[in-house]
């Protein structure tokens, strides 16, 4: 393998150790917080521990709710657990990440080196995604805080139970999303 070949590998690497390393820091901080406020739920293994004596709503409760009182604490509770669970699911992701990258395997192969560069890259550009899903969930968290979370950004229309139920960051009711997907291929020529 050329000898500038092997730098840029090893700089890529070093720069997204370090882009892992710098997410794990402010997911750290962010769990520090959460833990301060009492928000945060323990997640073990393969579960989540959840509060004992308490009946909380499923999400077949929130597909087959028929009141009228939409948002009310029964749903803004059951969003903020999941928001929650997926926000700690995230943060043990960037961990084994970081951890996974951290080792360092000798291969003096220069197909296996490739290889094991593309898998990388590949859990890299998953993580990125996940770090920006992670800033959507905190978002969320914060809407649930203020009693926004659930209306249309753009209308200020109740974005629907089961819109939330299928991707719980959402900020825009489905017409909302539709009209600026239309706009954006309109304006993309």
Not at 167 to 183: F, I, K, N, Y
Request: with cysteine; hydrophobic share 35%; net charge negative.
């Amino acid at each position: 393998m050329p000898p500038f070949l092997r730098k840029e590998i090893v700089k890529n690497r070093w720069l997204a150790l370090y882009s892992v390393k710098q997410l794990a820091a402010t997911c750290r901080i962010q769990l520090h917080k959460e833990k301060a406020k009492g928000n945060l739920l323990c997640l073990s293994a393969n579960s989540m521990l959840e509060a004992p004596n308490m009946a909380k709503m499923t999400e077949q409760d929130i597909l087959n709710w028929e009141g009228d009182d939409y948002m009310n604490a029964d749903h803004l509770e059951f969003y903020k657990e999941r928001l929650l669970q997926m926000q700690q699911e995230l943060l043990i992701n960037a961990s084994a990440t970081a951890n996974h990258l951290q080792e360092q395997e000798a291969t003096p192969d220069p197909a296996d080196r490739a290889t094991l560069e593309e898998e990388y890259a590949l859990e890299l550009r998953t993580r990125d995604r996940e770090r920006k899903l992670l800033q959507k969930i905190q978002a969320s968290l914060r809407q649930i805080e203020d009693g926004s979370y659930g209306f249309c950004e753009d209308t200020g229309e109740p974005i629907g139970l089961k819109r939330l139920i299928a991707r719980p960051t959402a900020t825009l009711s489905v017409e909302a999303q539709e009209r600026r997907e239309r706009m954006k291929r309109q304006y993309a020529d």
